[in-house]
Nanobody, 125 residues
Framework: QVQLVESGGGLVEPGGSLRLSCAASGRRVYPMGWFRQSPGKERDFVAA????????IYADSVKGRFTISRDNAKNTMYLQMNTLKPEDTAVYYC????????????????????WGQGTQVTVSS
């Protein structure tokens, strides 16, 4: 069973940048994604990437600011977050898509069955 470990979170001022990493164990690669959750809110979709890294999907709230990518040689997924806003503050989780439906059709929390432990991102001045 693949295990995921996120890293790279921290405190950053509005307008700043952070790069999150998600290291996956094993040889197998999967469609993967990033979610985030703030206190009192549901865990929301942020971005997803297919197996090869050639196709990506973004939530409207992060389009143009965040970039998802992966390095399959390292079996690691990344989330480059630029122009961060206070509303980006959340615990960020990486996950493996395990839904049987085709990648990109839906990206709800229930479509992802394997999760990392999360990393806190705080955007504040």
């Amino acid at each position: 069973q693949v295990q995921l470990v996120e890293s790279g979170g921290g405190l950053v001022e509005p307008g700043g940048s952070l790069r999150l990493s998600c290291a996956a164990s094993g040889r197998r690669v999967y469609p993967m994604g990033w979610f985030r959750q703030s206190p009192g809110k549901e865990r929301d979709f942020v971005a997803a990437v297919n197996l090869s890294g050639s196709s990506t999907i973004y939530a409207d709230s992060v389009k143009g600011r965040f970039t998802i990518s992966r390095d399959n040689a390292k079996n690691t997924m990344y989330l480059q977050m630029n122009t961060l806003k206070p509303e980006d503050t959340a615990v960020y989780y990486c996950a493996v898509r395990t839904a049987l439906t085709a990648w990109g059709t839906t990206n709800s929390q229930s479509d992802y069955g394997i999760w990392g432990q999360g990393t806190q991102v705080t955007v504040s001045s």
